[in-house]
């Protein structure tokens, strides 16, 4: 059972145009989001992330806005760059575990951004 | 320099045979984690390590063992490898923030082939 999905394996955007990434969660305890950003044999890089106490983070060209009733988020990119091709992954944790902290994230399958010149 | 880093970067091996992936950090952090990236599934969980004396088992754990030799080393070991382990897999480090959420931060991988 996918408790985090990217409904959308790929995405093309044109350069300069705004790049729109969905995610979907089921968990009701999950209360801080993350999205990740992969290139071709390297490893996740943390890009942004927003609490649940929060509907929207700001980070430059990269903004989260998350609605919490839908159990939605979405990450903007402001505008396309030719280096934003990439995978992108959301991931979610419950931040409220014992200890303070999160036992892993659960992460989506991913959604391929391509920017096209 | 990388703040975690994963030996090997790539590693081929036979059915049965018992490997270990190795993960260091520079970070500081207390925490650390080992994820398999599979095609169209994202990445998964299978150790994770709060401090030297405590691990746990993630999502994925049957056919893996961890080490937490230090604070900054943290091995993963798959004792008779079979070929539907062969996967990327990643290391990552986070540290506790009281109250919210935490950022892990992740190693560059290891491709494993099991043939």
């Known amino acids: 059972d996918q408790q985090v999905k990217q409904n959308s394996p790929s995405l093309s955007v044109q350069e300069g145009r705004i790049s729109i990434l969905n995610c979907d969660y089921t968990?009701?305890?999950?209360?801080?989001f993350l999205w990740y950003k992969k290139y071709p044999a390297e490893g996740p890089t943390f890009l942004i992330s927003i609490s649940s106490i929060k509907d929207k983070n700001e980070d430059g060209r990269f903004t989260v806005f998350l609605n919490k009733s839908a159990k939605h988020l979405s990450l903007h990119i402001v505008p396309s760059q030719p280096g934003d091709s990439a995978v992108y992954f959301c991931?979610?944790?419950?931040?409220?575990?014992?200890?303070?902290?999160?036992?892993?994230?659960?992460f989506g399958k991913g959604t391929h951004l391509i920017i096209q010149p | 320099d990388a703040d975690v880093t994963q030996t090997p970067r790539n590693r081929i091996t036979k059915t049965g045979k018992r490997i270990m992936l190795e993960c260091s950090q520079t970070k500081g952090h207390d925490r650390m984690y080992w994820y398999r990236q599979d095609p169209g599934l994202g990445l998964r969980l299978i150790y994770y390590?709060?401090?030297?004396?405590?691990?746990n088992k993630g999502e994925i754990s049957d056919g893996y063992s961890v080490s937490r030799q230090a604070q900054a080393k943290f091995s993963l070991s798959l004792e008779s490898a079979i070929p539907n382990q062969t996967a990327l897999y990643f290391c990552a480090t986070s540290e506790p923030l009281s109250g919210r959420g935490e950022t892990q931060y992740f190693g560059p991988g290891t491709r494993l082939l099991v043939l």
């Open positions: 991931a979610a944790s419950d931040a409220s575990d014992s200890g303070g902290g999160a036992d892993g994230l659960t």
């Open positions: 968990n009701s305890m999950f209360d801080y």
């Open positions: 390590s709060f401090d030297v004396k405590d691990i």
